[in-house]
């Protein structure tokens, strides 16, 4: 079946632009996650949301950063007033309900240049 | 606090064994897991084990766990050229899974 995709694959924008990333989870996951890899370093957590709610905003970096999902699907991913520092590959993750974190299924993810 | 270490390289022959270490903070984890990141590919779940079990083979993959020092190791027995790749080690605390760095495995022909 279909993994998880993500839109753009690539995003290239100019500093203080906002920008909106796009997860679509595999079908009937109720779980999402975003993760931020920088360049050369490890995933780092942003958010999940179980169904429509988010539990867990703890890793969004500054009030710049939003997420929200509607549908049990789609996710969107907001920066806005992007800077040069969110330059990274941001990776949408799904699985088929929380509690199963090891089945966490990665999408190919959007890099985001900010120049 | 929740932290994630791993050696940044490793490089090996090929056919011989390959031993990627990480050691983290966290003694509540439940799962600790081995994902594989190939140049242009997505994040690939190679194996994970549960906290409370001290090994897991899969096939040419063996996980060690030593809670008690915190360490997990990932074992790849004779190494290939398309095992080349970087490896993150994760642990998982309540919904998030907290990344290593990653260690870039270099397999020399």
């Known amino acids: 079946g279909a993994g998880v995709s993500q839109s753009p694959s690539n995003k290239v924008t100019e500093k203080g632009k906002d920008v909106e990333l796009r997860c679509d989870p595999i079908?009937?996951?109720?779980?999402l996650y975003w993760y931020r890899q920088r360049l050369g370093q490890g995933l780092e957590f942003l958010i999940y949301f179980q169904g429509n709610s988010a539990p867990d905003k703890s890793g969004l970096p500054s009030d710049r950063f939003s997420a929200e999902r509607t549908g049990e699907s789609v996710s969107t991913l907001t920066i806005q007033r992007t800077q040069q520092e969110d330059s990274a590959v941001y990776l949408c993750?799904?699985?088929?309900?929380?509690?199963?974190?090891?089945?966490?299924?990665f999408g190919p993810g959007t890099r985001l240049t900010v120049t | 606090g929740e932290d994630v270490e791993q050696s940044l390289f490793l490089s090996v022959r090929e056919g011989d064994s390959s031993v990627i270490n990480c050691t983290y903070t966290d003694s509540s984890s439940t799962y600790l897991y081995w994902y594989k990141q190939e140049p242009g590919a997505g994040l690939q779940l190679l194996t994970y084990?549960?906290?409370?079990?001290d090994m897991k083979q899969d096939q040419r993959l063996t996980v060690l766990l030593n809670k008690k020092d915190k360490h997990l190791s990932l074992r790849i027995a004779d190494t290939q050229t398309g095992d080349s790749a970087i490896y993150f080690c994760a642990e998982s605390i309540s919904e998030k899974l907290i990344f290593g760095t990653g260690t870039l495995l270099a397999v020399q022909p």
């Open positions: 993750a799904s699985s088929p309900s929380t509690g199963r974190s090891y089945e966490q299924y």
């Open positions: 084990i549960f906290s409370n079990m």
């Open positions: 079908s009937g996951h109720t779980a």
